[in-house]
């Protein structure tokens, strides 16, 4: 019985308003009325579920109950030549996130998924890396039901292109790959790039180098339509405009590694959207019958410009999106999928199935 079972949980956030929180375990927690509890390791639990903010250090340690670790970035795809890997260990040690130094975060990352009765990610190439330390690995994505709660049905646009980016500051670099692509485009239509993120965020570790969110998007895209991320509102914004845009850099293991979680997010608004071609937003793209992916500048400006001009074409990729995002990533979907993650482990979860009497 759930009510039986001591849980705990390592958050993002000790009041659970981070998306790591609200989108993935928590949600599925409240979902499912399983209570728990913020993890310390010096108590003896059942079951801890660990983010990736837990530290690893300790945890992989832990000799009591069974771990779930939700792994959910391609850390272990980040080469052995890249300065901040080789720097991530020490920089969590000093800044206390890590209570042990553990120069190799590589081995880090390997030990606590060995330590782990489960290990949760996020895209295929993930669990194959971290199939190398663990024999139970899933793949779930984020939860965006609370968000979205609008759904775009107007698909004409007006004089002046709305454009929008949405998610967290410390992405907003990925906006440098569309200042060429705008400049372009900017000649000869009238676009407006709405972005919206928090006001503000910290540059290093989450907690240090407070930054200007909207000082920092003006060094890369001086003309932007700037939005303070909210949940009551955020599907508003997104809804009333046009296209959505999902940059990365390619050449960055790390941003490339990505998975599809924010294209479902817009597709779940049957927003139109154009994204860098990673592996898992070709994925997405190929299992929603479109193609609106793109690997180089050019592609990138000739992609959007057809979609400027074609109002059916936006609307046909809305709604596709839409479908597709609805049919494979429900609400129960992804809680079968946490149901699966447990039951793994011996934890039934699952509410009891009604049976009518006949």
Same mark, same amino acid.
């Given at each position: 019985m759930v009510n039986n079972l001591r849980i705990g949980y390592v958050p993002y956030s000790p009041t659970f308003n981070k998306p790591g929180d609200r989108r993935r375990f928590v949600y599925y927690a409240n979902m499912r009325g399983i209570h728990f509890e913020i993890a310390d390791p010096s108590k003896e639990y059942d079951l801890v579920v660990l983010s990736a903010r837990a530290d690893i250090t300790v945890w992989s340690k832990y000799p009591k109950g069974k771990l779930v670790y939700d792994l959910i970035d391609s850390y272990l795809a980040i080469p052995r030549t890249d300065l901040k890997g080789q720097l991530r260990g020490l920089f969590k040690f000093l800044s206390r996130q890590n209570r042990y130094l553990q120069l190799d975060h590589w081995k880090a990352i390997g030990n606590m998924c060995r330590r782990a009765d489960a290990v949760v990610c996020s895209t295929e190439e993930q669990k194959l890396d971290i199939? *190398? /330390?663990s024999n139970n690995v899933h793949r779930i994505l984020d939860a965006h039901m609370t968000v979205t709660h609008k759904v775009k049905t107007q698909y004409s646009a007006g004089l002046t292109f709305r454009v929008v980016w949405e998610g967290l500051p410390q992405t907003i670099g990925s906006l440098e790959q569309l200042r060429p692509v705008l400049n372009r485009l900017r000649k000869k239509y009238a676009i407006e790039l709405? &972005? &919206?993120? @928090? !006001?503000? $965020? /910290? !540059? $290093?570790?989450?907690q240090y180098g407070k930054s200007d969110t909207l000082q920092t998007l003006r060094k890369i895209l001086p003309d932007i339509i700037f939005h303070e991320w909210n949940e009551a509102d955020c599907a508003d914004i997104i809804c009333s405009c046009d296209l959505a845009v999902i940059p990365l850099?390619? *050449? @960055?293991?790390f941003s490339a590694g990505k998975p599809e979680n924010k294209v479902l997010l817009f597709w779940r608004m049957a927003v139109p959207v154009v994204t860098s071609a990673s592996p898992a937003y070709r994925r997405a793209m190929q299992s929603a019958g479109m193609d609106l992916t793109a690997n180089d500048e050019s592609t990138w400006v000739a992609v959007i410009e057809r979609l400027i001009n074609d109002e059916s074409? !936006?609307?046909l990729a809305g709604v596709s999106g839409k479908a597709y995002t609805d049919s494979e990533f429900s609400k129960e979907s992804f809680l079968l999928r946490w149901d699966a993650v447990f039951a793994s482990l011996g934890f039934n979860f699952c509410p009891p199935i009604s049976v009518g009497r006949g």
């Open positions: 199939s *190398k /330390f709405h &972005v &919206v993120t @928090d !006001r503000e $965020y /910290f !540059r $290093y570790m989450g850099d390619l *050449k @960055d293991p074409a !936006r609307q």
